[in-house]
């Protein structure tokens, strides 16, 4: 009886035994490491004007609006964005030469920097310019991080007079390419 | 002991990752062992009396990922991090699942009613759980790592998000009787006390962007939101005046102050002949009314985002991005009372017994004086509910008695988990103490770290048969 006891407890060992394992290093601290960087597109600005959405004011200027521009604002994007790329677009249908002045404001409506696109007058083809890309860091990323409103000039440069019948439109398009560091 | 830290480690840390089956192959059907009825109350299991040794009777714990390991994600051999994020975010799928559950048995016990010749059986007994489940949520993953630059026109999944957990304490009594030769029937009925949930198992929505000739924008953006994340036992840790310690208030929560719900498990077996056996269970069929400390979360609506457009010709409008987002797609915080299902479970086996055992002279009798076997082969169907498609895991497996107080039980397992999944238990019996111990995926034990999923079950037992005449 006796041995019989021990014979099993020595059974019950070996088979104990087979729960031994083995495991590799693991460091759970890389986990600090994780850095996201995820670039994200998405729209900035845009407008579709009409010859017949014309005002006129001193200078050749036609229209002026400023808009509440609050994204950074938002802290999240303060800290974590490193680099903002902004892609401008103009399509001119109308027969007169443009400049547009796409103003960064501050909170205090001071202006911070101005992007100018010119564009020529439509000739009767596709007249669309994709300007080349804006790239935002380091001094100019801050800059544009105080950005709070964005001024809209557009103006008119001298030309063939335009009349109540005069058709066409000058559009912009233009979207952001923001890249992050989120730690 | 340091292989001890490091299993430790693993379970901790797929706890905080993933989630796992709780499939318990080796232990199903192994009658020897009383916790056997806790998955089939209509277990062949008899005794005169038992009881678990306390806290010691059933300790377990389920871990399981697909789709990626502990060492893919954690392994010290000098990849980047982030590389290795990214790998798993690129090999992984949203149907991969990471599923923890453990089990702690705080006591049992059970005996039989009715004198010696019945055979009519009551246990019960207290055990805590904690169970956790989450889908790999793949496209909002891509989105955070790398944004949607590359991916225009893909619309990202927010159904990707799936995930739940909850602590809680059971507290069960059951019953099983044995018909006649051929049937044994039982079923028990459970008290769950949960102190802590969360909930989020129904999101949808997308995260789209586009970009198509023609539109008078550069991008076509929307966000379309369903999400919402139900907690229960919870709320109160995220306040700032919280200055508690929630380990212990969820663990006196989860015993003295949970969200109480209840549950069925029933069970029979069956007998075609002597040696051809059926026996088919349910578990958990059964649902907790969440209503202490609760809170829900949602972010639903949609917003189209078009980016800043000047007005040149009427004054301006106010508004902003930022507020017509908040606007369109709001936080909301209610306080509803919900309730959760819990993860059911289904079993079933078919067994053939075969080679009669040698039966030694001092044999502890069990309560009939059947034959008994000494080899057994079967397989097994397991099923589970989760918050998608049921978890299904087919086990084929081979049982042997090595004699009247050794029982062993190897098990070959398909799941999602893997394709190749052994386990082996024991249960052994020296006088009335009885031992078990199983762990499933061998082949992975050469490293546990690289294993998709790893599961164990043991405990003590003091089992009293009948008194030898």
Redesign the interface.
């Known amino acids: ?1 006796k041995i ?2 021990s014979n ?2 020595f ?2 060992l070996i ?2 035994s ?11 601290d ?2 600090k ?17 009409p010859v017949s ?1 014309f ?1 006129y004011g001193g200078g050749g200027e036609i ?9 950074f ?2 802290k999240f994007l303060r800290e974590n964005i490193v680099r903002t790329d902004i ?1 401008f ?1 103009l399509e001119n249908t109308i027969p007169r030469a443009f400049i547009v002045d796409l103003q960064l404001l501050d909170a205090n409506s001071q202006i911070l920097e101005t992007l100018r696109f010119d564009i020529p007058a439509n000739s009767g083809s596709t007249n669309i310019i994709k300007y080349p890309t804006e790239v935002f860091q380091n001094q100019r990323l801050d800059l544009l991080k105080q950005t709070a409103q ?1 001024g ?1 000039v ?1 103006r008119m440069l001298p030309g063939t007079p335009l009349d109540q019948n005069s058709t066409g439109n000058i ?1 912009l ?3 952001g ?2 890249y ?1 560091e989120i730690q | 002991m340091r292989q001890i830290r490091k299993v430790y480690l693993v379970l901790i840390s797929a706890i905080q990752l993933t989630c796992f089956a709780q499939n318990k192959e080796i232990l199903y059907n192994f009658t020897s062992i009383p916790q056997s009825s806790m998955l089939n109350p209509g277990a062949d299991v008899s005794y005169n009396f038992y009881f678990g040794v306390p806290l010691l009777s059933g300790i377990s714990a389920n871990i399981g990922s697909s789709g990626f390991s502990a060492y893919d994600l954690f392994a010290d051999n000098g990849v980047d991090f982030n590389d290795k994020v990214r790998s798993v975010i690129n090999k992984t799928s949203n149907n991969d699942r990471v599923q923890v559950n453990q089990q702690l048995e705080l006591f049992s016990g059970g005996f039989r009613i009715g004198g010696e010749k019945s055979q009519s059986y009551i246990s019960f007994g207290a055990y805590q759980e904690f169970d956790f489940f989450m889908y790999m949520p793949k496209d909002p993953a891509i989105l955070a790592m790398y944004g949607n630059q590359n991916y225009i026109g893909k619309s990202f999944d927010l159904a990707d998000l799936s995930v739940k957990a909850e602590v809680l304490s059971v507290f069960h009594i059951g019953f099983h009787k044995k018909i006649n030769k051929k049937l044994v029937v039982g079923g028990r009925a459970k008290l769950y006390s949960s102190g802590a949930n969360a909930t989020s198992t129904k999101n949808s929505g997308f995260i789209w962007t586009q970009q198509t000739e023609g539109t008078p924008n550069l991008y076509t953006q929307v966000i379309a939101s369903h999400l919402e994340l139900k907690t229960s036992g919870i709320s109160s840790f995220t306040k700032d005046e919280y200055d508690r310690s929630i380990a212990s208030d969820i663990a006196r929560n989860t015993f003295l102050d949970g969200s109480l719900g209840l549950g069925i498990d029933a069970g029979i077996t069956y007998y075609f002949k002597e040696n051809l056996q059926f026996t088919a269970s349910i578990v958990d069929l059964g649902f907790i009314n969440q209503t202490k400390d609760i809170e829900t979360l949602t972010y639903k609506g949609q917003y189209r985002y078009d980016g800043v457009k000047p007005n040149f010709s009427q004054t301006d409008e106010p508004g902003n991005i930022i507020d017509d987002f908040e606007k369109a797609i709001p936080r909301d915080t209610t306080y509803n009372k919900y309730t959760t299902w819990r993860p059911t479970k289904f079993y079933t086996s078919l067994q053939y017994s075969f080679g009669e055992s040698r039966s030694s002279e001092d044999c502890n009798c069990k309560t009939s004086a059947k034959r008994k076997y000494a080899n057994a082969v079967g397989g097994q169907l397991f099923l589970m509910s989760t918050p998608r498609t049921p978890f299904a895991a087919l086990t084929a497996y081979y049982k042997r008695s090595i004699s009247d107080g050794l029982d062993l039980k190897a098990t070959y397992t398909v799941d999602a988990f893997s394709s190749k999944n052994i386990g082996l238990g024991f249960s052994g019996t020296v006088g009335k103490f009885n031992v078990y111990a199983m762990v499933n995926n061998l082949l992975e034990l050469k490293d546990v770290t690289k294993a998709n999923s790893m599961a164990f079950q043991l405990g003590f037992n003091f089992v009293f048969q009948d008194a030898e005449k």
């Open positions: 009886m019989n006891s099993r407890i059974r019950i088979a104990a087979l729960f031994f394992s083995c495991a590799s290093d693991l460091d759970f890389q986990t490491d994780l850095k996201l960087e995820p670039v994200v597109v998405a729209n900035f600005a845009y407008f579709d004007l959405d005002g229209a002026f609006d400023a808009k509440e521009f609050e994204v604002k938002q892609d677009e964005v809209f557009v559009k398009r233009s979207g390419t923001v992050f």
